[in-house]
């Protein structure tokens, strides 16, 4: 078992309106990656931001503990978090254009950024900020470094994104959708990158993103989240191929590439009924509203998370060592 | 008539560092109740080849005809009512509502622009809408800063999709979104077509998705369509190298790391190669590759490609090329 680098225990962040995270556990390790799947809306970036100490008010952290490489980051001064972000706990955000700044060009953010962590020159800064959009395969890399943001297409600026997030060198790296805007090819290339990174410095990697491919291909382990909890964790093979919570099964089953060469125009696809937003406010287990298996237990507490070996899931309809029991006794 | 004729369409950026070609001579059609899908390369030209129908970057050259009328020289008051028949969902969420406005306004001033005149008929269709997309009942009152990503594509589907339009740019519609809210979105894109007998020009990189939603897909490179087929002739049958290199790099959860096939210079819309101009990444050119553009030409009734040795290449390869087995 890898040592860990972070550990996140019952982490709650309210906002006046609703907790969009409850009760939430997890780890990762160190050159581990650990990716985050769900629901649109159940919590994911938030979750991310939380570890950054960068919840948007009125939102706040009010619960649980975030331990990072020795120190507890809800209790850290600002001016020590501060030194935490961008130099040990790097993010990748879901939406590059509210974290790039419209007025400089791109050559000047990532240079800050490599003057700040290398205390280069701006000659050459400019050359490394150009080193880097070549690794991140932009083309042009000299011309495209005189550019701005919004002269960029979408998949560029995630790109960008990248690039200033590898100059940190960080522990631990938080990419939060990092490829949704790319196309497969370069999506490859950035992952293998990404990956490539985790080797080289032990880094612990966070992935947040709903591409079931990216998960089967890249994660070590994952976890499932439902309005604002965790759900379901567990090897990507087990939550791919032998998912236990319904949600993470519906999930599975909604998947368009699971649908072989289904067509609109004779199938559609398969839904989740109901919507998330019918959770909000309910006792018991979140899923209950749209959850087929529901019955009246299900509504009276939050399903305690059980687990079996590495594969843990929170639903009162499942229990694990039950049923390894009765396959222990038909077998 | 087809719905949407566009003829020999540029659109070209002047930058510091010259000009920076986009969109670079592109012709296709629409027709009403078609989907069609865009697929092609991050930086290729889709956004802008989107904006630009829809009128929000001015085209340089070439004409874009919507249901009878030339739209592509009009002035923005000209061009309001044609707007809400023809409405664009963007790929930046954030960057494209106004932070300042509920979404109860963003959803409701489109209605009262385009005359619906009672308050509380706009805020019922709002309130509808909201609910379609699968967003909780007080999203009216809440502002964009307050949503997740991907609420925040939603409520511009549901932007687009409130005035009735006859033809959506779907600019990366379901990119943000799990697999069961994008399938709930899907299948509400699908209902509107049926419902308005709506048209869509679908842009999205996910092959998959592309594959379950469109009639027809058009593949783009460096500015230019270099294939146009119906969406099975297009997995099954695929012409174009790059189309063929594009499919291969689908990754599969079934599959544990693809390799990535597409390798050599990446091209750039300021520095166009001479001829075809995919020549420099392509495993078949030739000295002809190298000195002619090749035009878009039909090959088979509904398919186009634009590539010189479009016949010696796909009898060579067979009609199944590597990798269209594992595309599911
Ligand atoms: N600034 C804010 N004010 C109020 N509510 C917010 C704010 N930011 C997020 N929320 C709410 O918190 C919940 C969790 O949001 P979060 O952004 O973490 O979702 P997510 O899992 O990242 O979703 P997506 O996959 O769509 O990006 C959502 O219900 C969202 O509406
Ligand atoms: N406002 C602008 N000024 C100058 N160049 C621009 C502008 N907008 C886009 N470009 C350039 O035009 C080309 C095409 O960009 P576009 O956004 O249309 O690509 P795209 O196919 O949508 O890519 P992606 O899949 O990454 O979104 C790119 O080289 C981009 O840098
Ligand atoms: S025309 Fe030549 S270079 Fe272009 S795609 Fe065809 S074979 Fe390749
Ligand atoms: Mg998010
Ligand atoms: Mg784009």
Not at chain 1, 19 to 37: C, K, N, R, Y
Not at chain 2, 262 to 273: E, F, I, M, T, W
């Amino acid at each position: 078992m890898a040592t860990t680098l972070l550990e996140v225990e019952n982490l709650t962040v309210r906002f006046p309106r609703l907790a969009a995270v409850q009760d939430l556990s997890f780890s990762v390790g160190v050159g581990e990656t650990l990716a985050i799947v769900g629901e649109s809306g159940s919590g994911k970036s938030i979750t991310a931001l939380a570890l950054m100490r960068l919840v948007p008010p009125p939102g706040r952290i009010t619960g649980g503990s975030i331990r990072f490489d020795g120190r507890e980051l809800t209790a850290l001064p600002d001016a020590a978090m501060r030194k935490v972000r961008g130099a040990e706990i790097a993010m990748i955000f879901q939406e590059p254009m509210t974290s790039l700044n419209p007025v400089l060009t791109i050559g000047r953010q990532i240079g800050e950024t490599v003057r700040l962590h290398e205390g280069v020159s701006r000659r050459i800064a400019r050359a490394r900020a150009i080193e880097l959009l070549d690794l991140v395969r932009i083309p042009e890399p000299h011309r495209r470094v005189d550019d701005y943001p919004h002269q960029l297409s979408g998949g560029m600026r995630q790109r960008v994104m990248i690039a200033m997030a590898v100059i940190c060198r960080p522990k631990l790296l938080i990419a939060d959708e990092p490829t949704t805007a790319l196309d497969v090819t370069i999506q490859a290339q950035v992952l293998a990158l990404l990956d490539n990174l985790r080797r080289e410095l032990s880094m612990g990697l966070l992935l947040i993103t709903h591409d079931l491919g990216i998960v089967g291909q890249w994660a070590d382990r994952v976890v499932v989240m439902y309005a604002s909890r965790k759900v379901e964790e567990g090897s990507p093979d087990a939550i791919l191929d032998a998912p236990w919570h319904p949600y993470t099964q519906g999930l599975m089953a909604a998947s368009p590439r699971h649908a072989g060469d289904l067509h609109y125009r004779r199938t559609p696809l398969v839904e989740i009924p109901g919507s998330i937003t019918s959770a909000f406010g309910e006792t018991g287990c979140p899923f209950v509203p749209r959850c087929a298996l529901a019955e009246a237990r299900c509504r009276e507490v939050v399903p305690p998370p059980l687990s079996l070996g590495d594969h843990l899931v929170a639903c009162v309809r499942h229990d694990p060592f039950k049923e390894a029991a009765d396959v222990a006794l038909a077998g | 008539m087809s719905l949407l004729q566009v003829s020999g369409l540029h659109t070209r950026y002047e930058t510091n560092d010259g000009v920076l070609r986009a969109v670079d001579g592109v012709s296709f059609a629409i027709e009403a109740g078609e989907t069609v899908g865009l697929v092609g390369e991050s930086g290729c030209g889709k956004s802008t080849l989107g904006k630009t129908l829809v009128g929000l970057v001015p085209a340089s050259e070439g004409e874009v005809t919507f249901d009878g009328a030339e739209i592509s020289h009009l002035s923005p008051a000209a061009l309001k009512p044609v707007r809400r028949r023809l409405q664009m969902i963007f790929q930046d969420p954030f960057g494209s509502l106004n932070p300042r406005q509920s979404i109860g306004q963003i959803l409701t001033a489109p209605l009262a622009v385009h005359g619906v005149r009672s308050a509380a008929e706009r805020r019922a269709q709002a309130l509808a809408m909201v609910r379609r997309v699968g967003l909780p009942d007080d999203t009216l009152q809440r502002f964009p800063h307050e949503f997740s990503g991907g609420q925040r594509q939603r409520i511009g589907v549901a932007r687009a999709l409130i005035l009735a339009p006859q033809l959506v740019v779907c600019d990366e519609p379901v990119s943000a979104l799990d697999l069961s809210i994008q399938a709930q979105i899907l299948n509400l894109l699908v209902e509107m077509k049926s419902e308005l007998d709506l048209a869509y020009l679908f842009v999205s990189h996910d092959l998959s998705v592309v594959r379950y939603f469109a009639d027809r897909v058009l593949v783009m490179y460096l500015g230019r369509i270099v294939e146009s087929a119906t969406y099975d002739t297009i997995w099954s049958r695929p012409r174009h190298p790059y189309t063929r290199a594009l499919m291969e790099a689908v990754p599969d959860p079934l599959r544990r790391r693809t390799a990535a096939p597409l390798s050599g210079d990446l091209p750039s819309a300021r520095n166009v190669p001479s001829g075809c101009r995919f020549h420099p990444r392509c495993p078949f050119a030739t000295d002809l590759c190298r000195s002619a553009d090749p035009a878009l030409r039909s090959v088979e009734p509904g398919h186009e490609v634009a590539c010189h040795h479009a016949e010696a290449i796909f009898a060579a390869a067979g009609a199944t090329p590597p990798g269209a087995a594992t595309v599911h």
